[in-house]
């Protein structure tokens, strides 16, 4: 194995890293928010997103289908760590699914 997939591999220990990558594979775009502020418009590339969420202690992500609807949003905090990055996300049909196979991936590989 690479250290590249290594390095991927560890940072799924990370719940927004799930959330992006779940997203994407959904074929979504993210904007990314940081201190009150757009910082990433609807972009679909992971490294680019993941750059900017990472940039400060606390962001935010809207999350846009393939025709530009809004599907939900979610409060990354890094202090929180692991699980706990993603702190808060709105409510509804999209985001829960994705709270429901973000608990079921890290279930199967015994992350807490």
Known sequence: MDIQTIKKALDFKNSHIHLIDWALNKNCSISVDVDGFEKLIKSKIFCEIKKIVESDDK???????????????ALIIHFNGGQ?????????????????????????????
């Open 59 to 73: 962001t935010k992500i809207s999350i846009y289908d393939e025709n530009d609807n809004f599907k939900g949003w």
């Open 84 to 112: 706990d990055c993603v702190s808060d996300y709105s409510a509804n049909k999209f985001m829960n699914s994705w709270a429901e196979d973000s608990e079921k991936f890290y279930n199967e590989l015994e992350i807490d």
